[in-house]
């Protein structure tokens, strides 16, 4: 299975890439995308979208799904 | 209904005479709010020389056309137009405008501060300062 | 603050144009809330031809004051315009602008929504519609 | 004692005047200005101003004041 996985912002800082495309069966939700391409702790504050809609930590995630990880959004 | 996310500059009071002109042509409208937010020099205590907005593309337009159609389904109205920048902006530069038509006031203003409220939890931009030392801060969601 | 009570049109668009610049140079501008008043062709289950507005000189420009600066002692501004015509008006016209500037959103917006609504409390003025048949009636102020 | 008098949009069309000067020492109160002008009685909704101020209808007058009466506004 095949996931592209993105990062904004300060997440996109600390990771140090904007982007990321897992290959991979071992993972089934989101929280275990951010474990295998972050290597580090999960932030506080961290949020996640799967196919661009807000998702929870635990979202499962399939072949072919969009993740992003950014912080709390500041526009407007 | 519009929404546009785009890299330049842009002319809030141009846009808006352009649909003004259009709707006011109809003779249904009665009342027109309008949000614009530009970039102040003073941010969280520091002096802001310049902004730079990160934004998700595709996810953006998407959430900002939901919230949009949110408003809509809560009041009576006959348009609304969302420009939202990205990338470099200078100080005094307007960053967002939100304006909505509708019969009565009520209905334009409510949805206007409701647009612009929701898109400032929703929408996935993020701001990063420059501050008068060339150094650079992303904008603390809190202040 | 800019109070104007005037018989001919005006162009909101271009008026906030002027002020924007001119405010935003101060670099202390985040926010500016807009209301556009214009005039619809149909009310109160009539089509409209057009509208005379009448109201009393002196007392209309004393309360449009006392409604800004209540705003400013409620609000944050930077500045607040309020233009209101009288007279003749024809449909697809403006007939209202109110516009505060401010540091933050909350307070434009909400000062906006004050002044308006305060407005067509307190302010003398009264419409008189013409009709499809000619025939010309006032405004109900529940309408 | 001389008050100027002002009616406005239907009330001024209901007394067909749109000033008038009272002078007289008869009146000392909005409700005795408005009997004396008016010759009907009050409608209901009318407001009254004095010196451009909104006031109730047992407002005392003075001399020189400017006493107005008109129907609830529709400005905006």
Redesign the interface.
């Known amino acids: 299975m095949s996931i592209t996985v ?1 990062f ?3 997440i996109r800082e600390k990771i140090g890439k904007a982007e990321d495309i897992v290959e991979s069966d071992k993972v089934s939700q989101v929280s275990e995308v951010w474990s295998l391409c972050a290597a580090q702790p999960k932030p506080a504050n961290l949020l996640a ?1 799967v196919n ?1 809609e ?1 998702v929870t930590w635990e979202h499962p995630v399939r072949d072919g799904d969009e993740v ?1 990880f ?7 | 209904m519009e929404i546009r996310v785009q890299e330049g500059v842009f ?4 846009e ?2 352009v649909w ?1 002109d259009r709707i ?2 109809s ?16 941010n969280d205590g520091q002096v802001v020389k310049g902004l730079t ?4 593309p ?2 953006t337009e ?2 900002l056309e939901k919230v949009c159609e949110d408003a809509g389904t809560r009041w009576q109205l006959l348009d609304t137009l969302v420009i ?1 920048r990205h990338g470099p902006i200078h ?3 307007p ?2 405008l939100v304006a909505t038509w509708a ?1 009565h ?1 009520r209905d ?2 409510e949805a ?2 409701y647009i ?1 409220d929701e ?10 300062e420059t501050l008068a030392d060339n150094g650079m801060r ?4 809190g202040s």
């Open positions: 993105k904004f912002a300060s979208a661009q807000y992003a950014f912080p709390p959004v500041t526009g407007g | 002319d809030p009071w141009k808006l005479a003004q006011a042509m003779g249904k409208c009665g009342a027109t709010g309008v949000f614009v937010g530009t970039l102040r020099d003073f907005l990160e934004h998700y595709g996810m998407k959430h939202h100080t005094g530069d960053i967002v019969a006031r334009a203003l206007c501060r612009i898109l400032k939890t929703r929408a996935p931009f993020w701001k990063k992303w904008v603390d969601p």
